[in-house]
């Protein structure tokens, strides 16, 4: 029968362990001084070596005729293949009290062989709270004949009263040429052709693992039946080369939108790994960065210099900066979502629409718009009647109108996102919604606020956030720009199959979501291709709607909606409705 690679070139001694240098000296260390702790903690991440070293340690210490920290091999603790005293326990599927307790009762008998019995738990974060507490007595106060070896992955999950108890060895990440060293001996033992080049892209991906890399190089072996090359690394791994990185670096500079979509599809029917494909490019992207500003640095560190040459060149650090930022929020949300290529192609839709913002906000074309613009503002301004008044004896007038502004000013680009409020604002009287279209719309916002709730599905949060992205793209159109920038000002915080609400940071925003009601579901309906019913609220009110659903303080129960919001807003021209609620217009410092 055919053995795996990894357990067949399995360390058999301290002098087989690569990269943990430290971890062996004190081992050697305690075994040669006969300082051996009763209990140890052996955490890291996977595949660095932590059963390899406590089953060698457990057989070194009860080894008859140990030569140089070496067992023997010949003695009958050594010749077993099945020690019993040495005990091996999987915490993942043995995690619950009675398991404990069965171990805690086994640990008076003596040992077979040897001198100890050793306990080895592997993943020992995996226990239960019960089963944490039963194993805590026995491992403060052992037998003397006992040694425990706990080894985990997530070490700040193993309770505080066991860590005190143990003596901790952190195992670290293997570099990448001490597994190239362990992979070409491995190689050259299998005669395996394997280019160097594959062996650090191994070394790469297996991000500090020797035995992930081990079992890249045998998958490898089973696909490829000449020399092994880097492009067949990536074509196991469902990962990229970086030329086709440097490729898609390139086609966001050059806006081709279309061409990153059809290499998406491409790569999906190659059955890439989208979660995979995010990380490498924001890899890549960071690279690049290092190469533009610490290139001593990087020369040290990358050795595929040439490939980012030519694409550096043409790129700005501010520009890198924003793409790794759009891509860190994608990989985020892909990890914890089932359609990874929606989200990864968003990613890119997203870094090309704001590419192509900026570029249109720093055009003089539109510099001299905002600057004309303004101008027209004041001009007009000084034609109409009683504006001779301060600011200050018009306070209620200018406090509900303030958003209303910056909202336009959005939408048009006149002025840019991250506008300094000590800059000069420009904003107009709003013309008040009746008080009828007040009550109505309250109405509409308790039916709908309860309707959502009844029938809450956060995975419909989730799946929809990422998608209002694509608002952002309607801010250059005429005719959704103003309910774009509305949208956009508020959050997604609870949605049902027919049903969202939106919550903005104050009363003033969601009024003007609400009295937009219409514009605004048509644009939500454009974006994804669904009808909703929409409706907003602000944060105070929210919190207390909030807390009602979590305690149930109230019931949340579905009703048919029996209105007819076009009929509710017939008086309005819903499309122009924000350009219409405006009249004087006022300047202040």
């Not at 660095?48 to 457990?58: E, L, R, W, Y």
């Not at 005190?164 to 395996?192: G, H, M, Y």
């Not at 690394?233 to 670096?249: C, F, P, Q, R, V």
Request: hydrophobic fraction near 35%.
């Amino acid at each position: 029968m055919y053995q795996a690679l990894y357990r067949k070139y399995r360390p058999k001694t301290l002098d087989d362990i690569f990269g943990q240098d430290v971890i062996v000296k004190i081992i050697k260390n305690s075994i040669i001084n006969n300082q051996i702790n009763h209990a140890y903690l052996f955490a890291g991440p996977r595949g660095t070596g932590k059963t390899s070293i406590a089953k060698i340690f457990a057989k070194i210490i009860n080894c008859e005729h140990p030569v140089d920290c070496k067992p023997c091999g010949k003695c009958i603790s050594c010749t077993q293949e099945n020690n019993s005293d040495i005990i091996e326990i999987d915490a993942a599927s043995n995690n619950g009290v009675d398991e404990i307790r069965e171990l805690r009762n086994k640990v008076n008998l003596l040992p077979a062989y040897g001198k100890y019995k050793v306990y080895i738990i592997d993943e020992v974060h995996m226990l239960t709270q019960g089963a944490f507490n039963a194993l805590l007595k026995t491992l403060e106060e052992p037998p003397a004949h006992v040694i425990f070896i706990l080894a985990t992955t997530d070490p700040h999950k193993v309770i505080e009263t066991i860590l005190s108890r143990c003596q901790r060895l952190d195992f670290k990440k293997i570099t990448d040429d001490a597994i190239v060293e362990n992979l070409t001996k491995i190689a050259q033992n299998e005669n395996i052709d394997i280019d160097k080049e594959a062996l650090y892209e191994i070394a790469k991906l297996a991000d500090g693992g020797m035995r992930d890399s081990v079992g890249m190089l045998d998958q490898a072996r089973a696909y490829t039946e000449g020399k092994i090359t880097v492009k067949d690394i990536h074509d196991i791994n469902g990962t990229l080369t970086e030329k086709d990185l440097a490729e898609l670096l390139e086609n966001i500079l050059d806006n081709q939108l279309d061409e990153i979509l059809e290499k998406i599809d491409n790569y999906n029917d190659k059955g890439k790994n989208f979660v995979k494909l995010i990380d490498e490019f924001i890899n890549f992207v960071r690279n690049t960065i290092l190469y533009k500003e610490a290139p001593n640095y990087f020369q040290e560190r990358i050795k595929n210099v040439e490939k980012y040459e030519k694409i550096a060149s043409k790129i700005t650090v501010n520009t890198l900066f924003s793409i790794i930022e759009t891509l860190n929020k994608y990989s985020f949300e892909m990890k914890n979502n089932n359609n990874s290529k929606l989200l990864f192609e968003l990613a890119f839709i997203k870094i090309i629409s704001e590419k192509n913002k900026k570029n249109v906000e720093n055009t003089p074309e539109i510099a001299n718009i905002s600057k004309n613009t303004n101008l027209e503002i004041t001009k007009n301004a000084k034609n109409f009647p009683n504006k001779e008044k301060s600011v200050e004896n018009q306070p209620k007038n200018i406090e509900k109108s303030e958003t209303n502004a910056q909202s336009i000013v959005k939408s048009t680009n006149i002025h840019s996102h991250e506008q300094n409020d000590d800059k000069k604002n420009i904003v107009k009287n709003i013309k008040p919604a009746n008080e009828t279209l007040k009550a109505n719309l309250e109405k509409i916002k308790q039916i709908r606020i309860d309707n959502t709730l009844a029938h809450f599905n956060k995975q419909e949060v989730r799946n929809i956030t990422p998608s209002l992205e694509l608002l952002n793209d309607l801010l250059l159109d005429p005719e959704y720009s103003h309910a774009a920038s509305i949208i956009l000002d508020g959050t997604l915080k609870a949605a049902s199959t027919d049903n969202l609400i939106f919550v903005f940071k104050n009363k003033r925003l969601s009024d003007l979501f609400n009295e937009n009601l219409l514009i605004i579901e048509e644009t939500i309906e454009k974006i994804l291709n669904k009808k909703y019913n929409l409706i907003a609220t602000d944060i105070d009110e929210w919190e207390i709607i909030k807390n009602d659903f979590n305690h149930k303080l109230r019931p949340f129960i579905y009703k048919e909606e029996q209105f007819n919001l076009e009929d509710i807003f017939k008086e309005e021209d819903t499309k122009n409705n924000i350009e219409s609620m405006f009249e004087d217009i006022i300047e202040y410092n």
